[in-house]
């Protein structure tokens, strides 16, 4: 029997992903590896820079996922998805192989903000073993190594060009329909999420972006991603106290979702908690 490691839910635990990296197979194994991803990223109006701290502190053996990079060149909207030709070379860029089992993490700053939307985006072109940390401070703070510096360049891998799951993604044209039918008689109950500040929501707090107005889609409902997180150390709330979060803002989970956000980062914070 292989003796691979693995891990247990979507959520993992410093402690959890610390023992399963001791367990990687050699460099020269084609068994499955964990491996660790930093996906950090700051709102544009921040002034850090997620490459800069992943060069300062990181997991060792880490790889860099740049959202500014992989995504829809072509579109003027930031960070859409990009065309699963150009997701395959980031991963084989990445030194990422389809069995590989991928850890998700983000910036000890902030705790949990982008590290959900590249594990999503990995669900999305049909990656079999994702998983997000929860969270790189807390691995910081309980004594886990970390390295600094500039990394080493990935091997090239192969990784083939995959089919991309339709059901996982909502086209903005669609969600223009359907914000104009919420609220009427009839309509079917699809409840729209919206993951930005509760002040972006109402209108009366600034987009981070030049020329773009706050506010929100009609019949949308605020559940910033801050209040999934412990206030403390920015890990995930369990599972008890995300669902009463959810209840108390009146989300239905028997009912479709969609996620929603401002520069498609924070609205894939809800990823993974159906379990």
Same mark, same amino acid.
């Given at each position: 029997?292989?003796?691979?490691p693995?891990?247990?839910?979507?959520?993992?635990?410093?402690?959890?992903?610390?023992?399963?990296?001791k367990?990687?197979?050699t460099?020269?194994s084609?068994?499955?590896?964990?491996?660790p991803?930093?996906?950090?990223?700051?709102?544009?109006?921040?002034?850090?820079?997620?490459?800069?701290?992943?060069?300062?502190?990181?997991?060792?053996?880490?790889?860099?996922?740049?959202?500014?990079?992989?995504?829809?060149?072509?579109?003027?909207?930031?960070?859409?998805l990009?065309s699963?030709?150009?997701?395959?070379?980031?991963?084989?860029?990445?030194?990422?192989?389809?069995?590989?089992?991928?850890?998700?993490?983000?910036?000890?700053?902030?705790?949990?903000?982008?590290?959900?939307?590249?594990?999503?985006?990995?669900?999305?072109?049909?990656?079999?073993k994702?998983?997000?940390?929860?969270?790189?401070?807390?691995?910081?703070?309980?004594?886990?190594?970390?390295?600094?510096?500039?990394?080493?360049?990935?091997?090239?891998?192969?990784?083939?060009v995959?089919?991309?799951?339709? &059901? /996982?993604?909502? %086209?903005? +044209?669609?969600?223009?329909?359907? #914000?104009?039918? =919420? &609220? /009427?008689?009839? %309509?079917d +109950?699809?409840?729209?999420?919206? #993951?930005?500040s =509760? &002040?972006?929501?109402?209108?009366?707090?600034?987009?981070?972006?030049?020329?773009?107005?706050? &506010?929100?889609?009609?019949?949308?409902?605020?559940?910033?991603?801050?209040?999934?997180?412990?206030?403390?150390?920015?890990t995930?709330?369990?599972?008890?106290?995300?669902?009463a979060?959810?209840?108390s803002?009146?989300?239905?989970?028997?009912?479709?979702?969609?996620?929603?956000?401002?520069d498609?980062?924070?609205?894939?914070?809800?990823?993974?908690?159906?379990?």
């Amino acid at each position: 029997m292989s003796s691979y490691p693995t891990l247990s839910s979507y959520l993992v635990s410093p402690s959890e992903l610390s023992s399963a990296l001791k367990r990687n197979p050699t460099k020269l194994s084609t068994e499955p590896r964990i491996i660790p991803l930093c996906a950090s990223w700051f709102l544009p109006n921040d002034g850090r820079n997620g490459y800069d701290t992943f060069v300062s502190q990181r997991i060792p053996h880490a790889r860099f996922f740049d959202l500014d990079a992989v995504k829809d060149v072509h579109s003027p909207y930031p960070h859409m998805l990009p065309s699963a030709s150009d997701f395959a070379i980031a991963m084989r860029h990445l030194g990422i192989r389809r069995e590989d089992i991928v850890v998700v993490y983000d910036t000890k700053e902030l705790g949990i903000f982008s590290a959900p939307r590249v594990g999503w985006t990995l669900q999305v072109f049909g990656h079999p073993k994702v998983h997000v940390l929860n969270n790189f401070r807390k691995w910081v703070d309980e004594g886990y190594p970390t390295v600094s510096g500039e990394p080493k360049e990935a091997e090239i891998t192969e990784y083939a060009v995959p089919e991309i799951d339709e &059901g /996982k993604v909502v %086209a903005f +044209e669609e969600v223009k329909e359907i #914000a104009k039918e =919420l &609220g /009427k008689e009839g %309509a079917d +109950e699809v409840q729209i999420l919206d #993951a930005r500040s =509760l &002040g972006r929501w109402k209108g009366v707090d600034p987009e981070p972006r030049e020329g773009i107005s706050s &506010g929100h889609i009609p019949y949308s409902t605020s559940v910033p991603i801050t209040d999934l997180l412990d206030p403390k150390d920015k890990t995930f709330l369990p599972a008890s106290e995300l669902q009463a979060v959810f209840k108390s803002k009146g989300v239905d989970p028997s009912k479709p979702i969609i996620n929603s956000c401002g520069d498609c980062m924070t609205g894939a914070g809800r990823n993974g908690h159906s379990e």
